[in-house]
């Protein structure tokens, strides 16, 4: 009779070398773990950043990232800096951070380098863009007057604000070279049109008329768009229905 202590001991080594056998595989398989410890020199292929733009308000942001990357050998861990602004530093254990709204000067496109190392100790590095935009919104947007007749004018009107991070409210934005475009969408219809470009005034404020014919003479709701700037995020006012005779 074996010995118990002797018995469980040859089960327990049995038991290793068989799950040591399902996590190398086949011979192939322990060649190329054979390759990967000794033989790689191959750095990962760094694909992509997620998210590569972020919209900060005037309150703080929890936010998460992640690497896409591919490796034959496996990835073993990654990193993203912002080395140029300091705006955030994570990596694979730790993929959050808190973007928190400092500066004004801190929006904009930045680089954010990307690091990935394989389990054959391969470092990859590739740089992405990144943007920070300020949080842009519309106040007191209307379509006015309500109802109106085929042929008349209404009148289009809101105020563009942008959070500043100094001052720790929402302020008019506008000025030269700032434009926004009037939409209308008809009663049954998904899709927005586009009816003119309008520009901003110094105060961001918009008043702008719009003759009902035409793709216009239905019902259906008005809105304003700023497609935003490299520092700034694109908004849409709320739309406002008009009804027209």
């Known amino acids: 009779m074996i010995p118990r202590r002797r018995y469980l001991a040859g089960l327990g080594l049995a038991f290793t070398l068989i799950v040591t056998g399902l996590a ?50 496996g990835i073993s861990g990654w990193s993203i800096d912002t080395p140029e602004r300091f705006l955030f530093f ?12 400092f500066r004004n000067k ?8 990307v690091r990935v190392s394989d389990k054959a100790y391969n470092m990859g590095l590739r740089q992405f863009t990144f943007q ?32 500043d991070w100094i001052k720790k409210k929402y302020v008019r934005y506008g000025g030269t070279g700032q434009q926004a475009t ?17 520009d901003f005034a110094s105060t961001g404020r918009i008043s702008t008329q719009v003759t009902v014919k035409r793709e216009v003479a239905r019902d259906g709701w008005y809105r304003l768009h700023f497609a935003g700037t490299a520092n700034s995020s694109e908004s849409v006012s709320a739309p406002d229905y008009v009804d027209v005779r």
């Open 24 to 73: 190398l595989g086949s011979p192939i398989s322990a060649s190329a773990n054979d390759f990967c410890a000794i033989e790689d020199r191959t750095p990962p292929a760094i694909t992509g950043l997620s998210p590569t733009t972020v919209i900060l308000g005037l309150d703080a942001k929890p936010m998460q990232f992640s690497v896409q990357a591919e490796d034959e050998c």
């Open 106 to 113: 801190d929006a904009g496109r930045t680089v954010a380098d």
């Open 132 to 163: 920070l935009l300020r949080q842009t919104r519309w106040q007191k947007a209307s379509a006015e007057p309500e109802p109106v007749d085929r042929g008349d004018r209404i009148t289009i009107k809101g105020t563009l604000q942008r959070a």
């Open 182 to 198: 009037v939409q209308f969408k008809a009663r049954g219809s998904s899709d927005w049109i586009r009816v003119k470009t309008v």
């Open 90 to 101: 994570v990596y694979q254990e730790s993929p959050s951070d808190t973007m928190v709204p």
